[in-house]
């Protein structure tokens, strides 16, 4: 990520608009915001679930920060791709349990017995860490990478090598760390361990769940935990500001969310509370993923002689969105075939009927031609300019909106989609209106 229009830089970046208490900044987090609330909500209940459904928040904030970043003069790389990985991979994470732990529940083979509320909040909070670690340390990397590129910092390749091989060592021994303290200490992180429920053969299905999902989470937040103190002893203020606000930040935010599912004591029917703290969920981590972007661009290098040529950043791009759009149909492809009655409503994400097959590559056609259509001209030196950037960040929202009323019918929480989509058109218009008054002076 560097500065490619030093002119264009100095304009957006003397302006009050790039500091966190302007109008522009918290534009940027009802763009960001809104729509991952839309994607964040695809998974779950009613939607995909796994990388298949956090793949697509990442992908489409990386594609959002692609575009923000371009329209003030700074290439990014990379950069928007990382970040969609980095992001999708807590999709694997698992949390369900902990709805009832909130409430005081804990589910047995019997039925529930009672459990401290604060053990719930406390695993959330630890989950939702597990959950931004992958991007924000992915993210941090990223950055840092290209800020020491930049300033030459990198030094010569065997220092540069140790650097990395620590950044990769350190945190997979804090992981191991993590996952034997579970089994030196299992009362300290299995609820009522004392009373023998985790001995029973064959292991209650509650049991065993709970033993998987905080063994899980607790490895990758100990994981995290190596690559923050990594990145504080190699002062990479990169990764250290993406783990602080990403990392520790979405633990809060994810906590938080969970507010939400406590609708299921006092009016349980009368909405889909999993998908209001889903909405929720995505819509702070859109937040925090603002604020990175806010300070990224801040600290954003000049162009050096060993940036990344401009045709990576569109390469980049372009893969992000194929990502984008090919799990987008992927995913919505057993739920339009259900809905046209050509399979059952509950088939698994994972089953592949031929109905459903036929589906996702009619669907396909028209995103491969594009894809090809833009491989060509990115072969012919085309460049695209910001009028089609806006319309086709338009067509991501709407898109991204149609995909996931689908996903989720019929279930009354696709009228919030129709006004996240408002929300987010109005922010992405305004934001346009504002820089073309700065470009024009």
């Not at 809104?34 to 990442?58: E, K, Q, V, Y």
């Not at 950069?79 to 980095?86: A, E, I, N, R």
């Not at 050096?304 to 990576?312: E, F, G, K, L, Y």
């Not at 089953?351 to 012919?380: D, H, Q, S």
């Amino acid at each position: 990520m560097h500065i490619t229009n030093s002119e264009k830089y100095k304009q957006y970046h003397s302006d009050s608009g790039f500091t966190l208490l302007s109008v522009e900044f918290w534009l940027h987090v009802l763009l960001f915001g809104s729509i991952g609330a839309i994607t964040w909500a695809i998974r779950g209940t009613n939607g995909w679930g796994g990388i298949d459904g956090t793949i697509l928040p990442g992908m489409a904030w990386g594609i959002l920060w692609y575009y923000c970043c371009k329209r003030k003069g700074v290439s990014v790389g990379g950069l928007p791709l990382w970040l969609g990985l980095g992001i999708a991979i807590g999709g694997e994470w698992g949390y369900g349990q902990y709805v009832s732990w909130i409430r005081g529940m804990f589910q047995v083979a019997e039925g529930s017995i009672d459990v401290n509320p604060i053990l719930g909040w406390t695993w959330f909070f630890i989950c939702g860490i597990a959950w931004g670690a992958p991007g924000a340390v992915a993210l941090g990397w990223a950055l840092s990478l290209s800020h020491s590129w930049r300033n030459k910092e990198s030094g010569p390749l065997p220092i540069l090598m140790m650097r990395w091989s620590l950044r990769i060592i350190i945190p997979i021994a804090f992981g191991y760390l993590g996952y034997y303290l579970i089994q030196w200490c299992p009362q300290y992180f299995f609820p009522h361990y004392d009373t023998g429920i985790y001995n029973v053969i064959p292991l209650d299905d509650n049991q065993d769940r709970t033993i998987f999902t905080n063994t899980q989470n607790f490895v990758v937040v100990m994981w995290f935990l190596g690559a923050f103190l990594v990145a504080l002893a190699q002062r990479d203020k990169a990764t250290l500001m993406s783990c602080i606000v990403i990392g520790f930040g979405f633990g809060f935010g994810f906590a938080l969310s969970a507010l939400w599912c406590m609708g299921y004591v006092y009016a349980p029917a009368y909405i889909d509370w999993w998908k209001m703290w889903e909405i929720q969920a995505g819509f702070n981590l859109g937040f925090l993923y603002v604020v990175i972007l806010y300070w990224a661009l801040k600290h954003a290098p000049e162009k050096s002689t060993q940036a990344t040529p401009p045709t990576w950043d569109r390469i980049a791009i372009l893969l992000t969105t194929f990502l984008f759009w090919g799990t987008a149909l992927w995913g919505v492809s057993v739920t339009a075939a259900g809905l046209l009655e050509l399979i059952n409503a509950e088939t698994n994400q994972y089953a592949w009927p031929t109905p459903r097959k036929w589906i996702f590559a009619i669907t396909m056609v028209p995103l491969l031609m594009l894809m090809l259509r833009e491989i060509l001209r990115l072969r012919n030196g085309w460049q695209s300019n910001h009028t089609l950037r806006t319309q086709r960040m338009s067509m991501l929202i709407v898109g991204t909106t149609a995909i996931g009323a689908i996903s989720i019918w019929p279930t009354e929480i696709g009228v919030l989609y129709a006004l996240l989509c408002c929300t987010a058109l109005y922010a992405l218009n305004t934001l346009n209106t504002h820089w073309d008054r700065k470009d024009r002076g």
